[in-house]
């Protein structure tokens, strides 16, 4: 016999470190037992192979019943497809992540013989099953996937799916390019000086046949655009290279059918090509994450309700006033409802963001989107989902109308267009007047010329490029920006606007600090230690993960009470852990004291011991980041919480005019119109329901998320919580962005301006102009591409260093 | 020279050919997920006979 020491014990399926005392099966260690069934599970159906593809591939499951997906609404809504043989389902599993996943999912038709077929999509994190559903319900399917560690992610009804223009845009690039290669080929013996009459005339209508195609269906949405615009009465970007196509092709025709020339077609259809690759290489998009989501997607699926002495679950959209509800420990209260029966310490830190829990008494309101924390209660709903205090938000203009932060806001490229088009136009109107009164064979070739080498090209190139390597670029730092739109109006922010908690502050990762009047022994200890084990408030599990090593001792006449705290008997003891009033221990609080901290009370056997403290603190790296925004930008801070709680933070606002405390989520709102309206740039920077406003009204609302990047309130940026001190190298990269674009502009106005001064004389021929055009575009496109890679080059080094440090 | 209209007969049929079968993969949603198939096909075969 021999007695192994591990320093840290591994689960076989998910990688965790184990606790002290491992499941062990099959010589191999388990967390849990859920990780265990499914190790169990996997090797019973030959699936042990899962276990090759990637070490610890594993995640812990839930035993999340999701029978409720049988309800006729669910049913409806998530079946794509059904017959007499079989039905067609798809889930977004957001646990997805390795090569293991996919094997398991792809071959979960042997786990359950009436799963057919399954078909993963590892980019989307989508799960397509085709299934047998007369033997096995949606629900038993759903509950069987979740018990596999991959819950599926239910979406709301509104939440709908991002559809993508992505297959038009790719047929339309891939014909163009057919056509621009082709062109190019028929166009060779013109090139070459080849001289053979009826072979020239057969690749000028060749060539015709393919810029036709190219400029009337690839470039389709040129006109489109333009005419909306113009529409409108503004000239955007496109216009001017419209122009340039049309004046290009239009001369090709001429040239082609009355056999006076080749016409430049391979130009033309080459420029689409480019035009439309910068169009797609911009369409960066992330499809497992959700910029558009609303309230619906915090609250549950699936309430419970009494209806006739019974319990039943019903879809939250079935549910109407006057309906009764059970609502457990740790849900959120779907609408404004009565508490009926029992007691709660409801939690909106998610709606207003306050930290501290309100105790609620039978018969009191509660609102939508509270969390309640205490045993089971009752409550009866007298107001319709949608009319709830919380929901008001979204009734705002700034959510009903999906364009405003568009609207009011001219990006670059069309506040040059609009300039470089009457400049252009009036320039090739004087030079054809001119050149028609002095010599009249030079007036078409100077304005065709002046038309086609002057389109702003270019900037249509480098725009998409640079915008687009940038949000890759931040992609790889967790930082994800909706669109280059987005990011280009990230480059123009003055002002930055933080939610406190949640965003700036978090609750401590440091040890809680002891503040007793007396030492405690082992046994009072392992008392306070087993009484906390018996309750899931959120402060008893951070008592439980910090007095870790206790041991457990049997306990008698265990009592919670809700909104005060515990009770129980360990032999001789009686412990008491709660509010200061219940555990009758005096707040002793220094008056002028501000308390940052949340405080738990102990007494044994009536005696006040005094208390411990869990403090709230900055995320690590905020004040670096705040001292140096400062220097850059308005720097505001907006909290729903009490000042009190922020004291540490205030340091790095030095106007108070600057700090708001006490927020709704409306006046959040309002505060950032406020900003507005003096004609700032704003970008918000929140994490909670409570910002959605805000983020929302915001020119750019950047969403901090901190485990999951998959559930964030509707914005058009996500960051990942730990990268938020770097957020002003990441501002300052848009803004290098923006600069390399108005520089690699300059460039092409240099080089426009040369081949301008030849056109207006009339002596470029048009041939020439047509071929310094994609030259012109290649150009720009080496340097976007360089440039942005360079710089997220330095960003990525600057990042490693600090990690280093 | 007559060679050259066969060959540009030849050459467009096959060009054409080919944005048939791009035009074809596109709309039958080939060229939506381009990461599963690439990790599937490094998939060991499955042993499935294995009692």
Redesign the interface.
């Given at each position: 016999m021999y007695t192994e020491v591990l320093e840290e014990v591994i689960c076989y399926h998910c990688g965790d470190e184990c606790s002290e005392t491992p499941i062990i099966h099959q010589e191999k260690t388990f967390c849990c037992h859920g990780c265990e069934q499914v190790y169990e599970l996997l090797n019973d159906n030959?699936l042990e192979?899962y276990y090759?593809?990637d070490l610890n591939p594993g995640i812990s499951p839930t035993d999340k019943n999701f029978d409720f997906l049988n309800n006729k609404a669910f049913r409806d809504r998530l079946i794509t497809f059904s017959n007499a043989d079989f039905s067609k389902v798809s889930f977004h599993l957001p646990a997805i992540h390795c090569?293991s996943c996919?094997?398991l999912l792809?071959?979960l038709q042997k786990l359950n013989p009436q799963i057919i077929k399954t078909s993963?999509?590892?980019?989307?994190k989508d799960l397509t099953v085709w299934f047998k559903e007369d033997q096995l319900s949606l629900g038993a399917l759903a509950t069987l996937i979740a018990s596999l560690g991959y819950e599926p992610h239910i979406s709301n009804a509104e939440e709908k799916p991002q559809n993508n223009d992505q297959?038009k845009l790719?047929?339309k690039l891939?014909?163009a390019g057919?056509c621009a290669?082709?062109a190019m080929?028929f166009s060779f013996p013109e090139y070459l000086g080849i001289d053979?009459g009826s072979?020239q005339a057969?690749f000028g209508y060749?060539n015709l046949a393919l810029g036709s195609v190219a400029v009337f269906y690839s470039g389709s949405d040129y006109f489109s655009n333009v005419y909306a615009h113009l529409k409108l009465h503004k000239m955007t970007i496109e216009l001017p290279i419209l122009l340039g196509i049309l004046v290009g092709y239009g001369r090709s025709v001429f040239e082609i059918i009355s056999h006076t020339g080749a016409g430049y077609i391979d130009s033309v259809s080459g420029l689409i090509f480019f035009l439309l690759i910068g169009k797609w290489f911009q369409q960066k998009s992330f499809d497992f994450l959700s910029f558009e989501r609303n309230y619906k997607a915090y609250f549950p699926l699936v309430v419970t309700k009494i209806a006739n002495g019974k319990e039943e679950t019903a879809p939250l959209e079935e549910i109407q006033v006057g309906d009764r509800l059970l609502i457990r420990n740790q849900e959120i209260i779907p609408a404004d409802a009565y508490l009926l029966k029992g007691q709660s310490q409801m939690d909106y830190s998610f709606v207003t963001g306050e930290s501290e829990l309100i105790p609620i008494q039978a018969g009191q309101s509660i609102y939508a989107g509270g969390k309640h924390v205490g045993e089971v209660i009752e409550i009866q709903i007298n107001k319709e989902l949608n009319q709830s205090h919380l929901t008001q938000l979204w009734e705002q203009q700034a959510f009903k109308d999906p364009n405003h932060k568009t609207e009011n806001w001219e990006n670059f490229a069309n506040q040059v267009g609009m300039y470089f088009t009457v400049i252009l136009l009036s320039l090739a109107t004087i030079a054809g007047i001119y050149w028609f009164n002095v010599d009249q064979s030079r007036w078409s070739n100077a304005v065709v010329s002046i038309l086609v080498i002057a389109c702003p090209c270019a900037l249509a190139v480098s725009y998409p490029f640079a915008l687009g390597h940038g949000i890759r670029w931040l992609a790889k730092f967790n930082f994800f920006v909706k669109d280059i739109q987005t990011f280009e109006r990230m480059a123009q922010v003055d002002t930055l606007v933080f939610d406190k908690t949640g965003t700036l502050t978090l609750q401590s990762q440091q040890e809680p600090s002891v503040h007793f009047n007396r030492d405690l022994n082992d046994t009072e200890w392992n008392a306070i230690y087993s009484l906390v084990f018996q309750s899931t408030h959120p402060l008893s599990k951070q008592v439980k993960k910090f007095l870790q090593n206790r041991s457990i001792i049997p306990l008698t006449e265990f009592k919670e009470i809700s909104g005060k705290g515990l009770q129980a008997s360990f032999d001789d003891l009686f412990v008491q852990i709660g509010s200061a009033k219940y555990t009758l221990n005096k707040l002793n609080t220094p008056e002028g004291f501000i308390s940052s901290e949340t405080r738990l009370f102990v007494s044994i056997n009536q005696e006040p011991i005094g208390f411990i403290e869990f403090p709230w603190e900055n995320r690590p790296g905020v004040e670096g980041m705040l001292h140096s925004l400062r220097h850059q930008y308005e720097v505001h801070l907006i909290s729903g919480d009490k000042k009190e709680h922020a004291a540490h933070l205030l340091d790095w606002f030095e106007n108070q005019d600057q700090v708001k405390f006490e927020c709704s989520p409306l006046e959040k709102m309002e505060y950032i119109q406020a900003l507005q309206k003096q004609g700032k740039i704003v970008a918000m920077i929140g994490d909670g329901l409570n910002d959605a406003g805000a983020l929302k009204q915001a020119a750019v609302g950047i969403a901090v998320s901190d485990d999951h990047l998959h559930f964030t309130p509707s914005s058009d940026a996500i960051l990942k919580g730990s990268e938020l001190p770097r957020l002003g190298e990441y501002m300052r990269y848009s803004k290098f962005g923006l600069q390399l674009i108005k520089a690699s502009f300059l460039l092409s106005l240099v080089y426009n301006g040369f081949g301008l001064s030849y056109a207006i004389q009339g002596n470029l021929y048009p041939l020439i102009a047509a071929i310094l055009m994609p030259i012109n575009s290649i150009s720009m496109l080496v340097i976007a591409t360089w440039g942005m890679n360079w710089k997220g080059q330095l960003l990525s080094r600057s990042k490693i260093r600090i990690k280093a440090e | 020279m007559e060679i050259m209209y066969l060959m540009i007969g030849l050459s467009l049929f096959m060009a054409i050919g080919f944005v048939i079968a791009f035009v074809w993969s596109i709309k039958t949603g080939q060229q939506e997920d381009l990461i599963t198939p690439a990790m599937r096909i490094l998939q060991d075969d499955q042993k499935t006979n294995k009692l």
């Amino acid at each position: 016999m021999y007695t192994e020491v591990l320093e840290e014990v591994i689960c076989y399926h998910c990688g965790d470190e184990c606790s002290e005392t491992p499941i062990i099966h099959q010589e191999k260690t388990f967390c849990c037992h859920g990780c265990e069934q499914v190790y169990e599970l996997l090797n019973d159906n030959q699936l042990e192979e899962y276990y090759n593809c990637d070490l610890n591939p594993g995640i812990s499951p839930t035993d999340k019943n999701f029978d409720f997906l049988n309800n006729k609404a669910f049913r409806d809504r998530l079946i794509t497809f059904s017959n007499a043989d079989f039905s067609k389902v798809s889930f977004h599993l957001p646990a997805i992540h390795c090569r293991s996943c996919l094997y398991l999912l792809e071959n979960l038709q042997k786990l359950n013989p009436q799963i057919i077929k399954t078909s993963l999509n590892f980019g989307k994190k989508d799960l397509t099953v085709w299934f047998k559903e007369d033997q096995l319900s949606l629900g038993a399917l759903a509950t069987l996937i979740a018990s596999l560690g991959y819950e599926p992610h239910i979406s709301n009804a509104e939440e709908k799916p991002q559809n993508n223009d992505q297959k038009k845009l790719f047929l339309k690039l891939g014909i163009a390019g057919f056509c621009a290669g082709n062109a190019m080929l028929f166009s060779f013996p013109e090139y070459l000086g080849i001289d053979d009459g009826s072979l020239q005339a057969l690749f000028g209508y060749l060539n015709l046949a393919l810029g036709s195609v190219a400029v009337f269906y690839s470039g389709s949405d040129y006109f489109s655009n333009v005419y909306a615009h113009l529409k409108l009465h503004k000239m955007t970007i496109e216009l001017p290279i419209l122009l340039g196509i049309l004046v290009g092709y239009g001369r090709s025709v001429f040239e082609i059918i009355s056999h006076t020339g080749a016409g430049y077609i391979d130009s033309v259809s080459g420029l689409i090509f480019f035009l439309l690759i910068g169009k797609w290489f911009q369409q960066k998009s992330f499809d497992f994450l959700s910029f558009e989501r609303n309230y619906k997607a915090y609250f549950p699926l699936v309430v419970t309700k009494i209806a006739n002495g019974k319990e039943e679950t019903a879809p939250l959209e079935e549910i109407q006033v006057g309906d009764r509800l059970l609502i457990r420990n740790q849900e959120i209260i779907p609408a404004d409802a009565y508490l009926l029966k029992g007691q709660s310490q409801m939690d909106y830190s998610f709606v207003t963001g306050e930290s501290e829990l309100i105790p609620i008494q039978a018969g009191q309101s509660i609102y939508a989107g509270g969390k309640h924390v205490g045993e089971v209660i009752e409550i009866q709903i007298n107001k319709e989902l949608n009319q709830s205090h919380l929901t008001q938000l979204w009734e705002q203009q700034a959510f009903k109308d999906p364009n405003h932060k568009t609207e009011n806001w001219e990006n670059f490229a069309n506040q040059v267009g609009m300039y470089f088009t009457v400049i252009l136009l009036s320039l090739a109107t004087i030079a054809g007047i001119y050149w028609f009164n002095v010599d009249q064979s030079r007036w078409s070739n100077a304005v065709v010329s002046i038309l086609v080498i002057a389109c702003p090209c270019a900037l249509a190139v480098s725009y998409p490029f640079a915008l687009g390597h940038g949000i890759r670029w931040l992609a790889k730092f967790n930082f994800f920006v909706k669109d280059i739109q987005t990011f280009e109006r990230m480059a123009q922010v003055d002002t930055l606007v933080f939610d406190k908690t949640g965003t700036l502050t978090l609750q401590s990762q440091q040890e809680p600090s002891v503040h007793f009047n007396r030492d405690l022994n082992d046994t009072e200890w392992n008392a306070i230690y087993s009484l906390v084990f018996q309750s899931t408030h959120p402060l008893s599990k951070q008592v439980k993960k910090f007095l870790q090593n206790r041991s457990i001792i049997p306990l008698t006449e265990f009592k919670e009470i809700s909104g005060k705290g515990l009770q129980a008997s360990f032999d001789d003891l009686f412990v008491q852990i709660g509010s200061a009033k219940y555990t009758l221990n005096k707040l002793n609080t220094p008056e002028g004291f501000i308390s940052s901290e949340t405080r738990l009370f102990v007494s044994i056997n009536q005696e006040p011991i005094g208390f411990i403290e869990f403090p709230w603190e900055n995320r690590p790296g905020v004040e670096g980041m705040l001292h140096s925004l400062r220097h850059q930008y308005e720097v505001h801070l907006i909290s729903g919480d009490k000042k009190e709680h922020a004291a540490h933070l205030l340091d790095w606002f030095e106007n108070q005019d600057q700090v708001k405390f006490e927020c709704s989520p409306l006046e959040k709102m309002e505060y950032i119109q406020a900003l507005q309206k003096q004609g700032k740039i704003v970008a918000m920077i929140g994490d909670g329901l409570n910002d959605a406003g805000a983020l929302k009204q915001a020119a750019v609302g950047i969403a901090v998320s901190d485990d999951h990047l998959h559930f964030t309130p509707s914005s058009d940026a996500i960051l990942k919580g730990s990268e938020l001190p770097r957020l002003g190298e990441y501002m300052r990269y848009s803004k290098f962005g923006l600069q390399l674009i108005k520089a690699s502009f300059l460039l092409s106005l240099v080089y426009n301006g040369f081949g301008l001064s030849y056109a207006i004389q009339g002596n470029l021929y048009p041939l020439i102009a047509a071929i310094l055009m994609p030259i012109n575009s290649i150009s720009m496109l080496v340097i976007a591409t360089w440039g942005m890679n360079w710089k997220g080059q330095l960003l990525s080094r600057s990042k490693i260093r600090i990690k280093a440090e | 020279m007559e060679i050259m209209y066969l060959m540009i007969g030849l050459s467009l049929f096959m060009a054409i050919g080919f944005v048939i079968a791009f035009v074809w993969s596109i709309k039958t949603g080939q060229q939506e997920d381009l990461i599963t198939p690439a990790m599937r096909i490094l998939q060991d075969d499955q042993k499935t006979n294995k009692l």
